[in-house]
């Protein structure tokens, strides 16, 4: 497989990297907190935008693809936030098998 090439400078958003850790309420339930793990830059490029219209409002859905130096541990179920903007982690792969990157399909919450 080729090895593909990223210019490092394009990684220049700071997000941080968010994990949900179940916090238990009086009533046997539990709450979601979401904690910060690691903070990482990445490059944000939009893939697509859709809008479907029910149950009397419009619900709209941004995709958007992040690349972000390789660690261990991203997977999805996981969130980047980047200021007020939140994007949930869908799928995280290794575009070239190299070490070097991920590449997670993201969606963007609050859109």
């Known amino acids: 497989m080729r090895a593909l090439f990223i210019d490092p400078g394009r990684l ?6 968010e994990a949900c850790v179940p916090v238990a309420d009086e ?3 539990y709450q ?11 490059m944000i490029e939009p893939v ?3 809008s ?12 958007h693809r992040i690349t972000i130096r390789h660690r ?9 936030r980047r200021q007020d903007r939140v994007f949930e982690i869908i799928t995280v792969h290794d ?13 963007e919450t609050g859109a």
């Open 12 to 17: 220049r958003n700071e997000l941080s990297l």
């Open 27 to 29: 009533i046997g339930g």
């Open 32 to 42: 979601e907190t979401w904690t910060e793990i690691a903070t990482v830059f990445g």
């Open 48 to 50: 697509s935008a859709t």
């Open 52 to 63: 479907v219209f029910g149950a009397g409002q419009p619900l709209e859905t941004t995709t």
């Open 72 to 80: 261990s541990g991203v997977e999805s179920g996981m969130r980047l």
């Open 95 to 107: 575009p070239d098998d190299s070490g070097r990157y991920l590449m997670c399909r993201v969606r």
